[in-house]
């Protein structure tokens, strides 16, 4: 018999966003097939009656649950879904150790364990659970989507493909054998050293505030948030960041291989102004280019919109979109 483990949750609201009135909160644990407890916040809109459809909510890449993801979650609750927003494997209030690491395959199973958990809740119809992935977790929700037949309606939101940006560096500036051997060996080298004194450095987080002028825009961008007007206490990218080899296997594990073989729908959103757009424009492009399964699939690109709008700014996140998208498939 699978069991949790005992974590330890903040039962106070201790969230970037202001707590709705219209939902009902709560906190909730369950586990991945890899014995690793996951917690996450339930948001339940008030005076609900009957199944729900439900949507499983995570990411970006080294934040928390008490950040955007939640906002994303609390806001469609407010629309008539349950909702979770949850912390992935080694970070945040989840199990895992050790701390700050990152897997293509164990953050695929805890979105599957989230389905797992959402198929067994008293409140939920099964047969209508949805799943939103944001940034690093937009690309790892595509992957999920493609292997989970559970998952009727996909959004990747402001989505990376996080092993083509390990493997390539930003912008696939570092696209060549001789670079990435030259990344490789130097982590390999880390790995051996940090082994003989028996503990893991971490990589370092967001630029700290004021971000010098000589840095680009995206570094600015990402440090508002995460250091600035979302800064969290538990959150990576707020502070120390991740595990100093804890993506070193994204390199060689391309998560989006089969995404033309999704036969559920798919919503990618990305603002156009976005340094990362070009992840979503070539991610849904491949994942319709030899498919079968079309008509279900869209591409919304927002104009003026920079990478961080679609973390928090209820202006411009489409929510009146996605809660169109959810209800079309989700039925």
Not at 53 to 66: D, L, R, T, Y
Not at 73 to 94: K, N, V, W, Y
Request: aromatic share 12%.
């Amino acid at each position: 018999m699978m069991k949790t483990a005992d974590l330890v949750l903040t039962r106070d609201w201790d969230k970037t966003f202001s707590k709705s009135d219209k939902v009902e909160h709560s906190k909730v644990t369950f586990i991945n097939r890899y014995g690793i407890t996951l917690a996450a916040d339930m948001y339940v809109p008030k005076d609900a009656v009957g199944k729900l459809p439900a949507i499983a909510v995570s990411g970006p890449f080294g934040a928390v649950k008490e950040q955007c993801s939640g906002l994303y979650a609390q806001t469609m609750a407010e629309r008539g879904f349950l909702t979770i927003a949850f912390d992935p494997s080694f970070t945040g209030e989840s199990g895992g150790s050790p701390r700050y690491m990152a897997s293509p395959d164990i953050n695929t199973e805890d979105f599957q364990a989230a389905v797992d958990f959402l198929s067994n809740c008293d409140k939920v119809d099964p047969d209508r659970i949805g799943i939103i992935g944001i940034c690093g977790w937009g690309g790892m929700a595509l992957n999920v989507a493609a292997l989970d037949t559970r998952i009727k309606a996909t959004v990747a939101s402001t989505m990376y493909d996080m092993t083509r940006v390990n493997a390539n560096g930003y912008f696939d500036s570092e696209d060549s054998e001789e670079q990435r051997y030259a990344k490789k060996k130097a982590l390999n080298d880390l790995r051996t050293a940090e082994y003989a004194k028996g503990e893991y450095s971490r990589a370092g987080g967001c630029v700290e505030l004021p971000v010098p002028d000589d840095m680009p825009f995206f570094v600015k961008d990402y440090s508002e948030y995460y250091k600035g007007r979302a800064y969290h206490a538990r959150s990576l990218n707020s502070n120390e960041g991740w595990n100093s080899v804890g993506c070193l296997s994204f390199m060689n594990q391309p998560i989006l291989k089969y995404s033309d073989e999704i036969r559920s729908a798919v919503l990618v959103i990305h603002g156009e102004k976005a340094h990362s757009c070009y992840f979503g424009k070539d991610a849904y492009a491949d994942m319709i280019k030899e498919s079968k399964y079309t008509d279900n699939k869209e591409l919304m690109l927002i104009p003026d919109a920079v990478h961080t709008d679609l973390y928090d700014n209820t202006d411009v996140i489409p929510f009146d979109k996605m809660e169109e998208f959810f209800n079309a498939y989700l039925k």
